[in-house]
């Protein structure tokens, strides 16, 4: 009962209603910001979404440690309850993680087609049968545009969703006159869609930037909460 109340209310699924045909198999997203702006937050709350559906959930870490990951969703799982005042909840919690495997990567000599090889691995011999992988951490300042290329392929063959995270550097500007990341443009035909998160006083704004095949800027009726790292409906 808590599981399914905490998916009816997930703000996740308005964030994809305003996707045009939706999100799902085959497509690959991307939240861009700068660092510690909540883009980890996201991910974690589209991965919360599907375990509440029952649904298995790959997050791939390139991080150098993968504690600080599962504090995330303890964390955002915690708030959750919260605000929802559900009893019990830290039990579903323990019941929903089982169906979310962790895999950490260096990205520095680790090709991406051992990566997918991985996921692969997982998928097939070892019967995990996710259709979403959340992927944190990856450089987008490293790889060729090849790489993500890669990824998407994998999506299509294997009828999977991915969601990564893309920490943007550097001075500004940081996109460009359509609200692209500068950054993303060479990867721009492997991306289906991008979401941009920019501060707007003391909430966190999102941006669908990139609509598969359309250019939208579209500012989005969400916001994340930098205290609870929470996406709620404005």
Not at 64 to 87: G, H, P
Request: hydrophobic content about 40%.
């Amino acid at each position: 009962m808590v599981r399914k109340t905490l998916s009816a209310r997930s703000p996740i699924k308005m964030m994809e209603k305003n996707i045009s045909g939706g999100f799902g198999p085959g497509n690959l997203g991307v939240f861009a910001s700068r660092k510690g702006v909540g883009k980890t937050a996201c991910l974690v709350q589209i991965a919360l979404d599907r375990l509440f559906e029952e649904k298995p959930v790959i997050h791939v870490s390139y991080a150098s440690r993968v504690d600080y990951i599962i504090s995330w969703y303890k964390e955002i799982f915690k708030n959750l309850a919260t605000q929802q005042n559900l009893q019990s909840a830290m039990e579903v919690h323990d019941r929903i993680i089982r169906n979310r495997v962790i895999m950490n990567f260096r990205q520095e000599g680790m090709k991406t087609e051992q990566v997918t090889k991985s996921l692969e691995a997982l998928l097939g011999p070892g019967n995990f049968r996710a259709k979403t992988i959340i992927v944190d951490g990856f450089n987008f300042y490293l790889p060729w545009a090849e790489d993500l290329a890669l990824f998407k392929k994998f999506a299509s063959e294997h009828q999977v969703e991915f969601w990564f995270s893309c920490s943007l550097k550097g001075e500004d500007p940081l996109f460009n006159e359509q609200g692209i990341p500068f950054i993303l443009q060479d990867y721009l035909s492997s991306i289906d869609v991008i979401i941009t998160l920019e501060h707007d006083n003391s909430h966190v704004k999102l941006n669908l930037v990139k609509d598969h095949d359309r250019i939208s800027n579209k500012k989005l009726r969400l916001q994340l909460d930098p205290q609870t790292l929470l996406l709620a409906k404005i």
